[in-house]
């Protein structure tokens, strides 16, 4: 049995979830998510709880069974916490502007650059942070992804987009003799 897979989701107050032939829908009090159902695994939603089965113990479904409960699972907490995620903007003459759905950023280019997140993700500006929210876990990790992105951080000066927990690894400059 998956570690993972065998422990059953305990549904939140407010939280209901439907299962259809080809997907789980989730609703909660921010929105709306589905999650596509894979051949061989079943879904049952009984007494407040979401348990995931599935239908041999082949190396396909065995694959299966843990991913489908940890995308049941993240659907469940996207529409009651929602997900969010932080960037750190480092470098001299660097600069931020907008929020909501798309900002500008001045990186040292000889343009400023346009960054429009795809829907269901919220963009907020801080001084130097981009707060990157969303329902949808996928989407907010590829929207923060596509931004880091634009500028990588560089190992001698940290200059450039980085998340607000990572730590990048920093190189001595040339050694004078």
């Given at each position: 049995m998956s570690r993972i897979g065998k422990l059953p989701i305990v549904l939140p107050s407010g939280v209901t979830i439907t299962v259809g032939d080809n997907e789980v829908a989730v609703v909660g009090s921010k929105g709306t998510l589905s999650v596509a159902m894979q051949t061989g695994i079943g879904v049952k939603a009984e007494d407040g709880k979401v348990v995931v089965t599935r239908e041999s113990d082949s190396k396909e479904h065995k694959a299966k069974h843990g991913l489908v409960r940890s995308l049941i699972n993240n659907a469940v907490n996207g529409v009651t916490k929602?997900?969010?995620?932080?960037?750190?903007?480092?470098?001299?003459?660097y600069r931020l502007n907008g929020g909501g759905q798309s900002i500008e950023m001045n990186l040292g280019f000889s343009h400023p650059v346009k960054y429009t997140a795809p829907e269901?993700?919220?963009?907020?500006?801080?001084k130097m942070t981009i707060t990157v929210s969303g329902i949808d876990k996928q989407l907010v990790g590829?929207?923060?992804?596509?931004?880091?992105?634009?500028k990588k951080?560089?190992?001698?000066?940290?200059?450039?987009?980085?998340?607000?927990?990572?730590?990048?690894l920093r190189k001595a400059g040339k050694a004078g003799s």
């Open positions: 929602g997900f969010e995620k932080k960037l750190e903007v480092n470098g001299v003459g269901g993700v919220q963009l907020a500006v801080d590829q929207a923060a992804a596509d931004i880091r992105s634009l951080p560089e190992p001698y000066k940290g200059k450039g987009i980085k998340y607000a927990d990572e730590v990048i």
